[in-house]
């Protein structure tokens, strides 16, 4: 259901870019050529042509001009502004689309994530592993805002904005695993700053 609202969408922004297109080209091309009488098929210097006309004639041809330029511009902003509508809804519904997916492999991520935090951090009790993976999820939860909304505002396709964030932490959910499973003191501080008290100790020594 989803796929096929997708492709409607399709159709009607087809359908305004058609639009658009043949209005260009039968009422502004078309109101230009009828003024001018015949279209040129040889170079025409503007400036020599509006240079041949007398005041009255040339007045005209300024007005009609800005007449058309108000036209296109006008018809051109109503076209943007309902195809960024659409566009805003298409958005909306891929993303959907994805979302329904991508949840599920988000559930395999965050498990990878969180699961060897409670072998990789030794102190704190079951605390500390608790406040570790809560903060990683809050880091999932604001990637995929992030991306969802650079995704609805167009900067990137919505496949690519709903499945960044996994793309992110999978990686991470592996090297996690990795380190538990080769029992790493990754969070463990005084295997970090054991080097340090050594060197200090030696000189004080």
Not at 129 to 137: L, S
Not at 148 to 176: Q, S, Y
Not at 185 to 204: E, I, R, S, V
Request: proline content about 3%; some cysteine; hydrophobic content about 45%.
């Amino acid at each position: 259901q989803i796929d096929r609202e997708i492709d409607t969408f399709t159709v009607k922004l087809d359908r305004k870019y058609k639009g658009l297109m043949d209005q260009s080209r039968s009422y502004f091309f078309y109101r230009t050529i009828t003024y001018v009488g015949k279209p040129h098929k040889d170079y025409v210097n503007t400036r020599e042509f509006y240079g041949k006309l007398d005041v009255a004639a040339f007045n005209k041809s300024v007005d009609n001009s800005l007449n058309i330029a108000r036209s296109s511009s006008a018809f051109i902003d109503s076209v943007i502004d309902s195809t960024k509508m659409e566009k805003l809804s298409q958005a909306q519904y891929q993303i959907g689309f994805h979302e329904k997916i991508n949840v599920s492999f988000a559930c395999l991520v965050l498990f990878f994530v969180g699961a060897p935090l409670g072998a990789i951090i030794r102190k704190g009790g079951m605390g500390m592993p608790v406040v570790m993976a809560v903060m990683f999820f809050l880091a999932f939860f604001i990637f995929t805002e992030t991306f969802k909304t650079l995704a609805v505002e167009g900067v990137m396709e919505a496949w690519l904005g709903m499945w960044m964030p996994l793309f992110i932490f999978l990686p991470i959910g592996f090297f996690l695993t990795y380190k538990a499973a080769k029992d790493s003191a990754l969070f463990d501080m005084d295997a970090y700053l054991a080097p340090f008290k050594k060197l200090f100790g030696k000189k004080n020594k």
